[in-house]
């Protein structure tokens, strides 16, 4: 892209555009809340354009039609992939005027998530809909994604006791044994998780890899001190 045309998204977003995040619930695979950047933009007319920002940067574009026979149907541009919010906000942010602490709060978000993982512990996806709640446009986009909202949905136990959720302790049990002990010998020093997800967990969220086949009495020993006082329903 050049300077003119990374400028010119900019503008576009500005003026038609919005950046946010979404907290999303997950119902149809399984049960949890996690989090998402979004970026998009909505067009009744040049929707070329959008097509032009579609070839350059990613994303996806569909019809976003109106319930008020007075007005026309929109065109809507928006990305969600992590990588691609990332790399359109890195992108645009220079440029930005009145977008700019959307896209400076969101970014802030994303460091956290990508560094942190804090879209995938209760007190992260909590910290990130205060973030959310901070974002002009949410008072009419994402009621359902306010603090309160999202505070009585994690109360539920359903939502707490899902595999999905990693608690601190269990990671730190997986930082103390993955590449010493076997995937199966930690699947049984927490049961509620199955194989899969403690692999998935330990590699793309913790950026541990590889499992040994041994385990000595005395790392069986401080795996069981890091387990106590644990409580898991």
Not at 32 to 49: D, H, M, Q
Not at 82 to 106: M, T
């Amino acid at each position: 892209q050049t300077e003119a045309e990374t400028a010119y998204l900019a503008g576009v977003i500005d003026s038609e555009g919005t950046i946010s995040l979404r907290i999303v619930d997950y119902q149809k695979r399984r049960h949890y809340l996690s989090a998402c950047p979004i970026v998009s933009i909505s067009l009744t007319r040049g929707v070329e354009v959008l097509e032009e920002i579609k070839n350059r940067w990613g994303g996806r574009i569909n019809i976003q039609h109106s319930h008020n026979p007075r007005w026309s149907d929109a065109m809507r541009w928006e990305i969600t992939a992590f990588e691609g919010c990332k790399r359109v906000l890195a992108d645009v942010l220079p440029y930005l005027k009145i977008k700019r602490f959307d896209a400076e709060l969101v970014c802030d978000v994303m460091h956290r998530m990508e560094t942190e993982k804090i879209q995938y512990t209760v007190d992260g996806l909590i910290w990130i809909s205060e973030q959310i709640a901070k974002l002009p446009q949410q008072k009419r986009t994402q009621l359902k994604a306010t603090p309160d909202h999202v505070r009585e949905l994690l109360s539920h136990g359903d939502y707490l006791t899902r595999k999905y959720f990693f608690t601190p302790a269990e990671d730190d049990i997986l930082r103390k044994f993955v590449g010493k002990i076997s995937l199966l010998q930690i699947q049984k020093l927490m049961p509620r998780h199955g194989y899969s997800s403690i692999r998935n967990h330990s590699h793309r969220h913790l950026g541990l890899k590889g499992f040994s086949h041994t385990m000595t009495e005395t790392q069986r020993q401080e795996a069981s001190r890091l387990l106590t006082g644990l409580s898991i329903k």
